[in-house]
T-cell receptor, first 115, second 110 residues
Framework: DTAVSQTPKYLVTQMGNDKSIKCEQNLGHDTMYWYKQDSKKFLKIMFSYNNKELIINETVPNRFSPKSPDKAHLNLHINSLELGDSAVYFC?????FGGGTDTQYFGPGTRLTVL | SQQGEEDPQALSIQEGENATMNCSYKTSINNLQWYRQNSGRGLVHLILIRSNEREKHSGRLRVTLDTSKKSSSLLITASRAADTASYFCATNSGNTPLVFGKGTRLSVIA
């Protein structure tokens, strides 16, 4: 099936740990994104990559480091996890960046709980 | 910074009724998009309206855009229990990422 997939779906971990979330899209899109959705459902962009290059880096702590080995994958590594990192993280992709009429395709989300 | 702001925050209606959600934004846009998010799932694109369009239809969805008032509305006609979800507007302003609002949580009661 063509889609944006993320693993894991749920992630429960202790404060201070390091964890990674993986994202893959097989839609042939050039651009991928990471969003954070807090408990109030507010969706905030964190990063965007276009053809493996970082193009958007919003005000995100440098404990968060995205990595794009190829344009179909965008992984998110988080160091020294904090309680406030608990949220749902969504990966998304779009055909191009700033394409005007491009829509975004979202993955199912990864619910991160930091204890 | 947040661009879109949906109103109301939550809406509860009976099956068969129409649901109207509004979105206001602050700066000029190229287009405005509406997305739906079912509980525990990712967002799904519903409809896109360009800045030079005033109204667009897709099945039971009707979207309007008033650029002079910087506002848009999403109308779902003849609602069904399966329409229960959160609805987000997102604005595109050229070579920038989509900016999402906080969403309207719609509950359709059977």
């Amino acid at each position: 099936d063509t889609a944006v997939s993320q693993t894991p779906k749920y992630l429960v971990t202790q404060m201070g740990n390091d964890k990674s979330i993986k994202c893959e899209q097989n839609l042939g899109h050039d651009t991928m994104y990471w969003y954070k959705q807090d408990s109030k459902k507010f969706l905030k962009i964190m990063f965007s990559y276009n053809n493996k290059e970082l193009i958007i880096n919003e005000t995100v702590p440098n404990r968060f480091s995205p990595k794009s080995p190829d344009k179909a994958h965008l992984n998110l590594h988080i160091n020294s996890l904090e309680l406030g990192d608990s949220a749902v993280y969504f990966c998304a992709s779009s055909p191009r960046f700033g394409g005007g009429t491009d829509t975004q395709y979202f993955g199912p989300g990864t619910r991160l709980t930091v204890l | 910074s947040q661009q879109g702001e949906e109103d109301p925050q939550a809406l509860s209606i009976q099956e068969g009724e129409n649901a109207t959600m509004n979105c206001s934004y602050k700066t000029s846009i190229n287009n405005l998009q509406w997305y739906r998010q079912n509980s525990g799932r990712g967002l799904v694109h519903l409809i896109l309206i360009r800045s030079n369009e005033r109204e667009k239809h897709s099945g039971r969805l009707r979207v309007t855009l008033d650029t002079s008032k910087k506002s848009s509305s999403l109308l779902i006609t003849a609602s069904r229990a399966a329409d229960t979800a959160s609805y987000f507007c997102a604005t595109n302003s050229g070579n920038t990422p989509l900016v999402f609002g906080k969403g309207t949580r719609l509950s359709v009661i059977a």
